[in-house]
């Protein structure tokens, strides 16, 4: 066949984009299967699918803003018609607008309290709490002094004294700012002496001084329950607003032994040691009931047991006589076994063994009577020593830390601290507060936008009607970014603010994410006040956050629901559930958190998250060539060769070659090979870990201890654990790297270890002491 031959003088030239994009050896559009290509939109998800997911939001949304499954749901949002062809606004990379990490000291705690004297008829001294201390050793050793000075001045007159405890209402019960899981180990004991020596000061001065406290409501929590407990007279104004009990005890920060003691006067030695770790989830007002609170009411009689056990405690001297009467009369057959004693959290069986001691101790001594009463009074204090100082204490203490440091942070100053919050709840008022807002937009730090599903379409409409004056101010959106979609593309630049947990119980549970969304054309300075206004907020809320890009919370829950169902290959779901929560130390496992969110929105995180690891969404990577690799160099190496073997291959044979039967044991043995716990719990955390190495690589967070947080607030990793990253140091990075890429032979590439991991292998580095040199260098 000739050639044909063209006319070039009659060839057009190709448009000016085309033309580059030949050049670049690309396929332009018009061309490409991408011409005329409409992206679809997602379908929504069935009512039933709905519920569910409002019902998974509800506690994990901000607290200013809960959202309520009572009302249908709303998927989608219609933005303003004038924007509806406006280009997305593109999300910015993780900033941190704080100057430092942690706030200057506040100066002497003495000035955080108001100590006055009245001597009309009898004395009063009241000790008036007039700002949050800064540091809680401090502040035990201030009532120390301000008892001192009470003894001096009325004492020695033979007056009886009464003492009063009490705050501003907008403050806590006597808390710190720096609580004990702050402090180092040794300091964490001698505050518990520290505060034993207050309360039996205390005690021992009721001949001479009432104490009295008096608190409005709020938090009355750790030492601050413990100082309400200490008082002889006990009044809570507001019992509805109130909180008793002490949240810290999971985590390692016990009350002092008295305290303890006076709980069992009050609920029993069985109910004090089960129930102390949850008293605070409880109602107030029904503690009112069996004496704690001076009650409108006369509080009924103990019980004859309650009594019973009270004296007989009394009479007994020794210790062990003190735990075998409790363990055969008054504990039921099911205390071994309580959640207390059995937990998997190794400082509740502390805290069980601790409050026991302090109970069957007896009370604590002012003076030495003798070496054999001083060894049972420490007996309590050894135990709390000895948990000081282990890994679970030492992870959840900093875990602890790093939450309260995020609230901490040092922020630029705002010209504004005015923050206009539009919740559904108050939507009558929207529009009363749009016309505040469009007359005094200088005087507003932030507008906060309730993006729940509830509230989705009335925000978007009060949105798309006053969008000139949102477009000159600071916008929040509080709720889910896939929710507050519609909204982020008719605003220059928001910020979106989404709870990270969904764990009420983590000292991380109220851990929230924050990112930035912004034009082309909007500055970066504009953007980072933005950011700035978002984090103030959350300050002002105490909500701990992470700054990050994508969401970061539901790959890590994408990458683990993922691998525990592809566990399920080999193992059944009750192994892999008992593995996580046992062996990783997780609240609950994977199984039950994708039940938690529901099918609809775990498979959403595994659509908005396909580019998982450098190998995509493990859904898509094929696995079983790895396997039959595996397999058939195994029946090699056993002796199952095929044909010509006596023991057979994928069959079983007769002698003249013709086949009899599958051969069970080869299925038994390669392909159905049962998992070890110790296999099912390295391949969890090896998923977790290469996403947490990926998204550390790819910017999505700022750092190593950024992703660890959301690893123990997502998906809920014991703050004991201290987290995913935690573990992996604790394996060793070479080792993991090395199980890593066993693990990957065997059961696919996407446990591969990142290119991350490997150079911290080969420089032999931890997370803890990752530094961006050594991300930068993985990168290359």
């Given at each position: 066949m000739a050639d044909m031959e063209l006319d070039k003088n009659k060839l057009n030239p190709l448009p000016h984009k085309e033309a580059a994009e030949v050049e670049r050896h690309e396929?332009?559009?018009?061309?490409?299967?991408?011409?005329?290509?409409?992206?679809?939109?997602?379908?929504?998800?069935?009512?039933?699918?709905?519920?569910?997911?409002?019902?998974?939001?509800?506690?994990?949304?901000?607290?200013?803003?809960?959202?309520?499954?009572?009302?249908?749901?709303?998927?989608?949002?219609?933005?303003?018609?004038?924007?509806?062809?406006?280009?997305?606004?593109?999300?910015?990379?993780?900033?941190?607008?704080?100057?430092?990490?942690?706030?200057?000291?506040?100066?002497?705690?003495?000035?955080?309290?108001?100590?006055?004297?009245?001597?009309?008829?009898?004395?009063?001294t009241t000790i008036l709490l007039e700002a949050q201390p800064t540091n809680i050793m401090s502040l035990v050793k201030f009532l120390h002094r301000t008892i001192t000075l009470i003894e001096n001045q009325h004492i020695t007159a033979g007056k009886k004294t009464e003492v009063l405890f009490t705050t501003f209402p907008t403050l806590g019960f006597f808390n710190a700012k720096h609580g004990p899981l702050e402090l180092t180990s040794g300091e964490r004991m001698e505050l518990l002496r520290v505060k034993e020596n207050l309360f039996a000061r205390m005690e021992n001065a009721s001949k001479q001084i009432h104490f009295v406290a008096n608190v409005h409501g709020g938090a009355i929590e750790d030492f601050g329950a413990e100082l309400f407990l200490a008082c002889h007279h006990r009044v809570?104004?507001?019992?509805?607003?109130?909180?008793?009990?002490?949240?810290?005890?999971?985590?390692?920060?016990?009350?002092?032994?008295?305290?303890?003691?006076?709980?069992?006067?009050?609920?029993?030695?069985?109910?004090?040691?089960?129930?102390?770790?949850?008293?605070?989830?409880?109602?107030?007002?029904?503690?009112?009931?069996?004496?704690?609170?001076?009650?409108?009411?006369?509080?009924?009689?103990?019980?004859?047991l309650l009594r019973l056990e009270c004296a007989m405690l009394e009479f007994l001297s020794r210790p062990t006589q003190k735990e075998l009467l409790l363990r055969k009369l008054f504990f039921t057959s099911g205390f071994d076994t309580s959640a207390v004693l059995v937990s998997p959290n190794p400082l509740l069986k502390a805290w069980g063994r601790y409050a026991m001691a302090a109970i069957v101790q007896g009370k604590c001594a002012t003076n030495n009577d003798g070496t054999a009463v001083r060894t049972q009074e420490m007996r309590s204090e050894s135990i709390f020593s000895e948990m000081l100082y282990t890994t679970p204490a030492i992870n959840a203490a900093n875990v602890c830390s790093l939450g309260c440091e995020m609230k901490r942070r040092v922020l630029p100053s705002l010209p504004s601290r005015r923050f206009v919050t539009f919740r559904g709840e108050e939507m009558q008022q929207w529009d009363e507060k749009m016309k505040a807002l469009s007359s005094a937009k200088d005087d507003c730090a932030a507008v906060l936008l309730d993006c729940s599903q509830r509230f989705i379409n009335a925000t978007a409409q009060i949105v798309a009607s006053h969008q000139d004056i949102l477009v000159n101010v600071n916008v929040v959106l509080i709720g889910e970014e896939h929710v507050a979609r519609p909204i982020i593309s008719t605003l220059p630049c928001s910020v979106v603010v989404s709870c990270a947990s969904p764990y009420r119980v983590s000292a991380l549970g109220r851990l929230q994410e924050v990112r930035v969304f912004a034009h082309d054309s909007c500055s970066s300075e504009a953007s980072e006040t933005a950011l700035n206004a978002a984090l103030t907020y959350l300050q002002t809320q105490d909500s701990p956050y992470v700054v990050s890009r994508g969401s970061s919370s539901k790959r890590l829950i994408a990458a683990l629901a993922t691998e525990a169902c592809r566990l399920t290959q080999h193992c059944d779901v009750a192994c892999i559930e008992r593995v996580a929560t046992d062996v990783l130390g997780l609240f609950v496992g994977p199984f039950h958190l994708i039940d938690y969110f529901g099918p609809a929105m775990v498979i959403r995180m595994l659509e908005e998250t396909n580019n998982m690891n450098t190998q995509g969404n493990p859904l898509l990577v094929d696995w079983l060539p790895a396997i039959a690799h595996h397999a058939l160099n195994g029946m090699l190496n056993d002796g199952y060769l095929g044909v010509d073997s006596r023991r057979g291959g994928f069959f079983s044979y007769r002698e003249d070659g013709t086949a009899i039967a599958p051969n069970a044991e080869v299925l038994r043995r390669y392909f159905s090979r049962p998992l070890s716990d110790t296999e099912v719990a390295d391949r969890l955390l090896a998923v977790v870990v290469n996403e947490c190495c990926e998204m550390i690589l790819s910017g999505c967070v700022r750092s190593a201890t950024d992703a660890n947080v959301l690893t123990i607030a997502a998906i809920g990793f014991r703050e004991t654990t201290g987290g995913a990253l935690a573990l992996a140091d604790k394996t060793g990075i070479s080792a993991l790297v090395q199980k890593m890429e066993e693990l990957s032979n065997w059961h696919g590439p996407h446990l591969r270890p990142s290119s991350l991991l490997k150079c911290m292998a080969h420089s032999k580095v931890s997370f803890a002491s990752l530094s961006d040199a050594m991300i930068q260098s993985a990168r290359m």
């Open positions: 396929i332009p559009d018009v061309v490409s299967e991408r011409a005329d290509f409409t992206h679809p939109m997602p379908k929504k998800d069935s009512s039933k699918n709905n519920e569910k997911k409002e019902r998974s939001t509800t506690t994990a949304s901000l607290k200013p803003m809960e959202e309520s499954s009572s009302f249908p749901l709303n998927e989608t949002a219609t933005p303003s018609p004038r924007n509806a062809a406006s280009k997305m606004p593109v999300e910015r990379p993780p900033l941190a607008p704080w100057m430092s990490s942690v706030r200057p000291e506040d100066g002497e705690d003495a000035s955080c309290a108001k100590v006055s004297f009245k001597n009309d008829g009898s004395p009063v809570l104004l507001d019992p509805v607003q109130a909180t008793f009990g002490f949240p810290s005890i999971k985590v390692g920060d016990f009350p002092a032994a008295s305290t303890v003691r006076r709980l069992s006067c009050f609920f029993g030695s069985q109910r004090t040691i089960e129930m102390a770790p949850r008293f605070h989830e409880y109602s107030v007002e029904s503690i009112m009931d069996i004496g704690l609170l001076e009650g409108h009411s006369s509080p009924p009689a103990p019980s004859f």
